[in-house]
């Protein structure tokens, strides 16, 4: 009986480390998973970023181009009515000039 007791316990032993190894090797191939899963969500996050990113740039380019084309256009604009205002007002200019002149 004794014998019996001793096997046994010997046998839940040998049971114990197989379920032992078991758990560590499922927990090492869990973790590996885990790590390349984590890999790949990291990637496609940081690609997402970079296109939101690089598009991001597009269009601040394309809106700071659009704006510089409206100043410019603005700036042309201010600078035909000064000359259309100066033009107007030349035959009065060379008058004043020429009063004071003489």
Do not use: F, H, Y
């Not at 114990?16 to 869990?30: F, H, L």
């Not at 590996?32 to 940081?46: F, K, P, V």
């Not at 990113?53 to 597009?58: S, V």
């Not at 004043?96 to 002149?101: D, R």
């Amino acid at each position: 009986m004794a014998q019996e007791m001793i096997q046994a316990i010997r046998q839940a032993e040998i049971s114990a480390e197989q379920i032992e190894k078991s758990a560590v090797s499922e927990s090492e191939t869990i973790l590996r998973q885990a790590q390349t899963e984590a890999d790949a969500m990291i990637a496609s996050l940081t690609s997402e970023a970079a296109k939101q990113a690089e598009a991001a740039l597009a269009k601040a380019k394309i809106d700071g181009e659009t704006m510089m084309k409206e100043a410019l256009e603005s700036v042309v604009k201010e600078i035909e009515s000064l000359k259309a205002s100066s033009k107007a007002n030349e035959p009065e200019a060379v008058k004043l000039i020429l009063s004071e002149v003489l």
